[in-house]
């Protein structure tokens, strides 16, 4: 019943700290997502991966950097972290060939002082 | 590329009454269309979707959506709303099989007045 989990859930870095946060899926899901919403902006998408070992920049990639080594694995790592990365961050995942349903982790809420 | 745009940033709507969200679209293909709620602190949840076929579509918690080609609409709509319905609600498209994603529009939040 798990779906898609996310840690930590809140988090509060200094500038040029990094950190990464973690996503997991137990749906077998090959296609995973990391987006960002902020207030009135809806959510812009960082990165994505279509498998294991594969992955892709989206609309919003500059001071963040993915991997996937396995299916159920997407950690977002934030280098020398910046005010302006002070959003909520949401994980998603999805099956490949699907039309684009997408399942939500709750979100980690990350604010950079 | 694909774009969507929800005209309406808040919604005010006393309990017990319709409710309708607007959604128009951009895509030079038949689209994928989604309507996602976000309950405050929470993920997005999977309302309802349309890929093809009847073009008034059922969700869950009593939504329904139309899809509009014409129009480059779909809209979200309630005969009654509760106030647990209050909420952020975010339309997004897909341009299919999910490689990049969804594109979501930026939200309307939905106030319920007793």
């Known amino acids: 019943n798990a779906g898609v989990t996310q840690t930590p859930k809140f988090r509060i870095l200094k500038i040029g700290q990094s950190m990464t946060l973690q996503c997991t899926q137990d749906?077998?899901?090959?296609?995973m997502y990391w987006y960002r919403q902020d207030p009135g902006m809806g959510l812009k998408l960082i990165y994505y991966?279509?498998?294991?070992?594969?992955?892709d920049k989206g609309e919003v990639p500059n001071g963040y950097n993915v991997s996937r080594s396995t299916t159920e694995d997407f950690p977002l790592r934030l280098e020398l972290a910046a005010p302006s990365q002070t959003s909520v961050y949401f994980c998603a995942s999805g099956v490949a060939g699907d039309t684009g349903e997408l399942f939500f982790g709750e979100g980690s809420r990350l604010t950079v002082l | 590329a694909q774009s969507v745009t929800q005209p309406d940033i808040h919604i005010t709507v006393s309990e017990g009454a319709s409710l309708e969200l607007r959604c128009n679209y951009s895509y030079g293909a038949t689209p994928y269309l989604f309507w996602y709620v976000q309950s405050p602190g929470q993920g997005l949840q999977l309302l309802l979707k349309?890929?093809?076929?009847?073009?008034l579509v059922q969700g869950i918690k009593g939504f329904e959506a139309e899809f509009k080609r014409s129009q480059s609409s779909f809209n979200l709509r309630k005969p009654s709303v509760h106030w647990s319905d209050a909420a952020e609600y975010f339309c997004?498209?897909?341009?299919?099989?999910?490689?990049?994603?969804?594109?979501f529009g930026k939200g309307t939040h939905l106030i319920i007045q007793p």
């Open positions: 997004a498209v897909a341009s299919g099989g999910g490689a990049d994603g969804l594109t």
């Open positions: 349309y890929f093809s076929g009847d073009t």
């Open positions: 749906m077998n899901h090959n296609y």
């Open positions: 991966s279509v498998g294991a070992g594969i992955t």
